[in-house]
């Protein structure tokens, strides 16, 4: 009968371990957080590529604006260089027409007066060349000649009206390049940001992965050692000398000297209403800490409630937890002696102010410490 209660007292043991662990990493098992983890780094490798293609975007982008910049430039000189053509061809042009109106001012002067009077008359130049009569007193050389430059300012006009078109659509191409830059940098940076975001998921699963293989493998040697236990065949046997005892007083204190409780046993706290399991033993962060008595080191590690501790199997269903150290300096599966330092004073964990947690376990229920100090 006795050996059944151990048994069931192991596997509860196990069961609240697991428990604990479940509840602190979000209900999360190891086979969901590895599958996170691939599924996360699935993420991230789309959204790598992702930015890489819209990096290969920007990059073509600011290709097409340098080449873009290129044709402005130069299309700003054509129309200088037809803007200064224009120039002459007026010019040309103008001066063809003082020409001609000295010849005919000559006309005039050597007593004609019929040509001064066509001129005067006419509103432009083409209403000149057109009046017939003029026409026909006009030399074939003059004609030809104005008509010529007027020829060349209207083809240089006309160039230069489709160079400013020209140089109009690159404007717009230019922006609309400026405006597309802008949109791909701002999607890039929304890229990074859920890369990096993806990459501090992958960090926090990572850190559940681990505390969650850490806690199963806690779990694993605390049954072993409760198998062992309720075979007979526990690692640690009982000495004569009184180390190990069942409510008799011979326990050290784990932390001496340091006597002063911040929380009793059973204590039913404000911020709790479950009675408290252990005694709280306030002090200076750094003070050592010690085996109440000899026995097998089942748990040295990290949780998130108990934050550095360590649980000591004593055998005969007996065991002690030390929690909320700053550090540990013992190992799970290594034996110690009664009044061996196992760690330093912190406030790891659920955790106040720095105290020392200190637990007694009597077949997987916590009982007063008192009893065994």
């Not at 040295?300 to 002690?320: R, Y």
């Amino acid at each position: 009968m006795k050996g059944r209660m151990r048994k069931i007292t192991g596997i509860l043991l196990v069961f609240v371990l697991c428990i604990g662990t479940a509840s602190q990493s979000g209900a999360v098992t190891i086979d969901e957080a590895e599958k996170k983890a691939d599924q996360l780094e699935s993420d991230k490798k789309k959204a790598e590529e992702e930015k890489k293609t819209l990096s290969e975007k920007l990059d073509e982008i600011i290709k097409k604006m340098n080449e873009t910049q290129e044709h402005l430039t130069a299309k700003e000189d054509e129309i200088s260089d037809a803007e200064n053509e224009l120039i002459q061809a007026q010019i040309a042009e103008d001066d063809q027409y003082d020409s001609m109106k000295k010849r005919i001012r000559y006309l005039y002067e050597g007593g004609n007066t019929q040509f001064l009077e066509m001129m005067m008359t006419s509103s432009s130049i083409t209403d000149l060349l057109n009046k017939a009569e003029y026409v026909a007193k006009l030399s074939s050389y003059d004609r030809d000649m104005l008509v010529e430059f007027q020829d060349t300012v209207k083809t240089v006009q006309d160039k230069e009206a489709k160079l400013q078109e020209e140089y109009k659509n690159l404007n717009t191409l230019q922006s609309q390049l400026v405006e597309q830059q802008t949109q791909a940098q701002e999607m890039i940076s929304s890229k990074e940001a859920q890369i990096a975001s993806i990459q501090t998921q992958i960090q926090q699963n990572a850190d559940t992965l681990k505390e969650l293989k850490e806690k199963a493998e806690q779990a694993r040697r605390l049954q072993e050692e409760q198998a062992k236990l309720n075979s007979g065949g526990s690692s640690f046997k009982p000495s004569a000398s009184g180390n190990v005892v069942s409510g008799n007083g011979y326990f050290t204190h784990p932390c001496p000297g340091m006597t002063y409780q911040s929380s009793y046993f059973g204590e039913v706290r404000s911020f709790d209403s479950r009675p408290h399991k252990g005694n709280d033993y306030a002090a200076p962060a750094g003070t050592p800490t010690y085996a109440a008595a000899a026995g097998t080191v089942v748990i040295a590690g990290w949780s998130n409630s108990a934050g550095n501790w360590v649980v000591i199997n004593h055998g005969n269903g007996l065991v002690t937890k030390y929690m909320h150290h700053s550090a540990i300096c013992v190992t799970a599966g290594q034996k110690v002696a009664k009044g061996q330092q196992i760690g330093y004073v912190g406030s790891t964990g659920y955790s106040s102010g720095a105290h020392l947690h200190f637990q007694v376990e009597l077949n997987g229920t916590a009982v007063n410490p008192n009893t065994y100090l």
